[in-house]
């Protein structure tokens, strides 16, 4: 499919890529993974672990419904939050209070943070660091500086990150 647009003056159609090169991106910078690769196209069982219960629990819900999570594991201080979210999915195997605890037991390949804007900043760094790909509830941080680290850890290490856009209201 090829798109075209009115150029100016000439009142002629002529193909967009002509006139691409004045709005054209940067290419992409595609970073080789670090680590092992894949020799096959299966998917392995994934181990996930959600930071935060408030936002968090639906979080929760999407990865319960998913049939490559394999393991789900969840962290929020508030005892509370964690017995309701456990009830309402028996697919959680493991609840820790803090972040560290659960960096410590756990082996997880991702983690959802969806923790209060100002700590995304220890929280991210944290678990990138430990090697976990990361998706990061919006905004990615409250401070320029705070964003940057969390960017910098990302491009660091091998652990990716992502950020999350969800409705909140």
């Known amino acids: 499919r090829i798109l075209y647009r009115l150029s100016t003056g000439t009142r002629s159609i002529e193909p967009v890529e002509n006139v691409v090169k004045a709005w054209a991106l940067p290419e992409p910078v595609v970073r080789p993974r670090e680590g092992p ?13 959600v930071l935060g219960l408030g936002l968090g629990r639906y979080h929760v819900g999407w990865y319960a419904d998913c049939e490559h999570v394999g393991r789900l594991v969840v962290c929020d201080p508030d005892e509370e939050r964690v017995r309701a979210v456990r009830e309402a999915y028996p697919r959680v195997v493991a609840a820790y209070a803090s972040l560290d605890e659960m960096l410590a037991a756990e082996r997880l390949d991702a983690i959802s943070v969806t923790t209060p804007d100002h700590l995304h900043r220890p929280h ?6 430990a090697g976990c790909h990361v998706l ?14 969390i960017i910098a850890t990302e491009e660091a290490g091998a652990a990716r990150l992502m950020l999350a856009h969800e409705r909140r209201y």
């Open 124 to 129: 991210a760094v944290a678990c990138l660091q």
């Open 136 to 149: 990061l509830a919006k905004p990615i941080a409250t401070t320029l500086e705070d964003a940057r680290a």
């Open 37 to 49: 690769q894949r020799k096959d196209n299966t998917m392995t069982k994934l181990s996930v672990g």
